[in-house]
């Protein structure tokens, strides 16, 4: 089994290395998204105050959501192209193959964190956090790329083709970004937030950099929800796709 | 005249009637053949024609032999798709060792029967059993001893050649160094060997089908499924498939092969089942079926059964 998954794993990174849209979205979108905002709104660029201290804990969850088009578009193009009926006909299961895009899109959303805070750090960006904060976020990152990869399997068994799943994801893109991310919600809105997963994620990661505990009850509570969220999501999405998605 | 006479006239009366309306049938059905004759002539194709095929096809009983040693063993296999009838009660047995060829226009039902073998597929109805293991319940079983070569040459263009081939002796979970000396083997022996460390993108279409053929062989799997393999081949190539395919038999490998090449079917294949309008219309030795059917080649055969050409399609 872990021979299975370790060549699948190792096949969706090197897709990610060279196939230029998919390193494009998942590695240098969010670097540049970072250093764009930096420069303008962060102390480097001579903001003051530096929006950007605010901005940056969104950042990282804007970075995790484009990981929703990233999946449908390979799930979908690999329908297209036969091989997911070829993978189908070895003794992989679904279960093995679909692990290995959670497991390779956490190792992406790893890698994003990372990228987004050494580039946040060098636009002047001093998060109040330590190791267990740190870890504490790239948990509630793991989770999100789990939603993504989630709402990405949803995507592609509603796409008829790549294009299309580029397209399509930005339904579960778009609300995200603009709702639960880095922008600043009128009270009214908030209700919309609270069923989007990149809202509770960027309001944890909010609360830890800016020196809060990473145990409060609070954070915690996020972390519940975001851990059933994404648990419902990837469930639903693969139920889906096995259903719907003609492989 | 009493009652008794009375019934007696009536029935010789209703005899007489019957017996002129039987003149009227077989009349009818003279013209029937002869009609049927004339279109046979003419080579066109017929709508409706499955009617008329599925009074010719092979019964189960012609085509199991319980003392066989069998690879794969098909029964009353149907598929469904809404009000489509891709595959329409199946009977068949290939043996083991068999390079068993399903030959028939584009649409017969040739990738529906083998789609639901290989598992990708579920009967709507009828059994059938690969290697022993019953395809409804034992899928996983029968994924273990499979390969099989998809008509669209399914292959990672971002992959390298070797890659791609690494990566499904992985899903395997072959030895690596068994794995090695395999695709080694196979890339020489295809020619691919100059070409297994570039990126598939690369590749020209004869190239891409043949990785497309090591990737299905690689497992080294007992039966082996391949679905029209050298569809948009070149002469040249088509030939050395030809030979590969040919010496996979040296391996004592079970082959079942689709095609709608009359000239591939006759040169590699043990036995050939004739598929038409999901229903196998007929089934033996190339030679068997030319005499039993007096053609020069298996197109005739074809013809002589349906009255069209294999090539025309459904």
Known sequence: MIQRVLALVKMELLKLIREPANLFMNLLFPAILTLVFGLAFGSLGGADPPLFDMMAPGLFAYACIFIIMTVSMSFTDDRENGLLKRINVTPTTSTQFIGSHIITNMLIA????????????????????????????????????????????ITATIAKSAGAASGLSFIFILPQMFFGTFIILPEGIRIIAAFLPSYYVTDAITTIFNGGSPFAVGVLMQLGIIALMSVVIVILGIFLFKKYGKV | ?????????????????????????????????????????????????????????????????????????????????????????????VKKGELFGLLGPNGAGKTTTINMLVGLLNPTEGTATVGGYDVKRDLSKIKEMIGVCPQEASVYKFLKGRENVELFGNLFEMDKKVLKERADKFFETSGLKEASNRKAKGYSGGMIRQLNLIIALINDPKIVFLDEPTVGMDPRARRNTWNFIGDLKQDDKTIILTTHYIEEAEALCDRVGIIDYGELIALGTPKELMKKHDAKDLEEVFMKITGRRILEGV
Do not use: H, W
């Open chain 2, 1 to 93: 005249m009493n009652d008794k006479e009375k019934m007696e006239n009536l029935i010789d009366e209703l005899k007489k009637d019957l017996s002129s309306k039987n003149k009227e049938i077989v009349g009818y059905l003279e013209k029937i053949e002869a009609l049927e004759q004339e279109i046979m002539k003419l080579q066109k194709p017929i709508p409706g024609e499955a009617s008329k095929v599925r009074s010719k096809r092979e019964k189960p009983e012609d085509i199991f032999d319980p003392d066989s040693a069998s690879a794969i063993i098909i029964k009353d296999l149907v598929k469904q798709f809404d009000d489509v009838t891709a595959v329409n009660g199946i009977n068949l047995e």
């Open chain 1, 110 to 153: 790893v890698i994003q964190l990372a990228i987004v805070y050494v580039l946040s750090f060098i636009m002047g960006y001093r998060p109040n956090v330590d190791v267990s904060g740190v870890i504490m976020a790239f948990i509630f990152m793991l989770f999100l790329s789990l939603c993504s990869v989630g709402l990405g399997l």
